[in-house]
């Protein structure tokens, strides 16, 4: 069978499949609805940012000259809602309380970097309650605000039956950003254990990223110039920088307090 | 006042011409018809935000286009963490389709394709783009683009062998 037979059989079968398809009659109203939230949210968040930028600025004194020498813009590129995690059975320290998870980056966070707002506490689920084990509050550094998310999933994860975080656990897949660099990491025997990562799209957001398999499990902690809920091509650019370096992301997921909560 | 009334309104109108195509493109990418709407409506959503910008693109199917595309490549990176791979076993959200049977057979096709290949395979086979804008639009190399393509025809080869009736060899015709 040659390539061009099976591109054209292709291209029949996705023209028949999908011609009788009809998006959602109530889409355009749902989208406006959605659109609005997003503005609205937007413009919330910045001047938050604003003014907490504002008050570190007066706090740091001297530092302020450090960084924030780029111009901000609007990006092309990836953000993030921390998704809601799946959290199967058995429990485990990825159970950990948001709550609990916030005051540990507090803690852990390096000189001038503060948490100016948790984000979203309550779990994205029917049952509502306190959200475990994902957090995306908003940072704020000398050199403006930004966003970090971290996560705690189980694992390995295929064995719960769902796609995890093991599949990437290495430097193998490819991002689709325009500028990555990848670093993985290794344990004492040689395994891969992690990787950091830095993403940078097009002109203007870029995301630092660090996952370490531990314990049973997965610390996940990214961060981006963007205060996006969802990284996107869209997203406006907050800051010159991520808030946290890629040493501080892997500093913060090297940290045991996130492996010593016992659920 | 009168300006975001105009803007709502305009907005409408396009959604409403364009969601149709929209539409499909966000389903072959994530081959869920739950999923596909919630990612029409996250790329909607960024298009109204900067509507002054999409309204005024030489082509703003295209750019709400490439705006979905992009979403749908983010989101993937951001959430495989917590995605679950569920089986669509209806397909009511677009019932009715003219074959709905096919439509299951080539989503779960798609679905067993890494979601970079399953992009390349959209851009290319469903929307006719050429090898050298299918890598601009996902910021691969031209090579890149014709070993997923490979790869991914290879994987549809198999995966609809099933319904494939024959069709006569074109070996040597390009």
Known sequence: ?263 | MRASTSVDEEFTAFVASASAQLHRKAWLLTTSSSAAEDLLQSALAKAYVHWRRVSTADDPTAYVSGIVLKTFLSEKRRRSSSEVAVAEMSDSAAAAGDDPELRMTLLAALRDLAPLDRAVVVLRYWEDHSVEETARALHLSRAAVKNRSLRALASLRTQLADIREPIPSQEGTR
């Open chain 1, 1 to 263: 069978m040659s390539i061009d037979t099976d591109e054209h059989y292709v291209r029949e079968v996705i023209d028949s499949a999908m011609s009788g398809t009809r998006p959602p009659s109530d889409l355009p109203s749902i989208a406006l609805a959605r659109g609005r939230r997003l503005r609205t949210r937007r413009r919330a968040s910045y001047a938050a940012a604003g003014i907490a930028a504002i008050a570190l600025a007066g706090l740091a004194g001297p530092w302020i000259a450090a960084g924030g020498d780029r111009p901000v813009r609007d990006g092309d590129l990836i953000a993030t809602q921390p998704p809601a995690p799946v959290h199967p059975a058995p429990k485990g320290w990825w159970d950990m309380p948001a709550t609990d998870m916030v005051a540990a980056v507090e803690a852990i966070a390096p000189d001038g970097v503060t948490v100016t707002d948790p984000g979203p506490l309550e779990a994205d689920t029917p049952e509502g309650g306190l959200a475990h084990g994902s957090i995306s509050p908003m940072l704020v550094t000398t050199g403006g605000p930004g966003r970090l998310n971290v996560i705690l999933s189980p694992g390995p994860a295929e064995d719960m039956g769902q796609i995890g975080m093991d599949r990437r656990i290495g430097c193998g897949g490819e991002s689709s950003s325009d500028r990555t660099r990848c670093e993985e990491l290794l344990d004492a025997a040689g395994n891969v254990v992690g990787h950091r990562l830095s993403a940078r799209w097009f002109d203007g957001v870029v995301i630092n990223e660090v996952v370490l398999r531990r314990d049973g499990g997965t610390v996940y902690a990214a961060g981006a110039n963007s205060l996006d809920d969802k990284w996107s091509e869209d997203s406006p650019v907050s800051a010159a920088r991520p808030p946290l370096s890629l040493d501080d992301l892997e500093n913060l997921v090297r940290n045991d307090v996130w492996v010593s909560y016992e659920p």
